[in-house]
Nanobody, 115 residues
């Protein structure tokens, strides 16, 4: 099982970024996928989850209305569209899924929101 994130960067408040995660090593379409983030000095937190087969999505209250999680089961990809970014969105963003009872993580991609 492998997750590889990309798309992070440095932006100003109010701008947008789209994160991508390439998954491999398992039957992607049958598992829920999530994005987590970890800010400096803070614990890792759940940002968004999407069920398998383009099912329901869930978001942390802090990102509702600004972030959108999506997936492309044909390409084994999961995305996080982040709009109206705020400085408090700064952190390392991780793609994750529970496969065979074990949670797997990508290496993370850095998002920095600063003026």
């Amino acid at each position: 099982v492998q997750f590889v994130e990309s798309g992070g960067g440095s932006v100003q408040p109010g701008e947008s970024l789209r994160l991508s995660c390439a998954a491999s090593g398992f039957t992607f379409s049958t598992y829920a996928m999530s994005w987590y983030r970890q800010a400096p000095g803070k614990e890792r937190e759940l940002v968004a989850t999407i069920s398998n087969f383009l099912g329901p999505t869930k978001y942390a209250d802090s990102v509702k209305g600004r972030f959108t999680i999506s997936r492309d089961n044909a390409r084994n990809m999961v995305y996080l569209q982040m709009n109206s970014l705020k400085p408090e969105d700064t952190g390392v963003y991780y793609c994750s899924g529970v496969i065979g009872g074990k949670r797997y993580w990508g290496q993370g991609t850095q998002v920095t929101v600063s003026s």
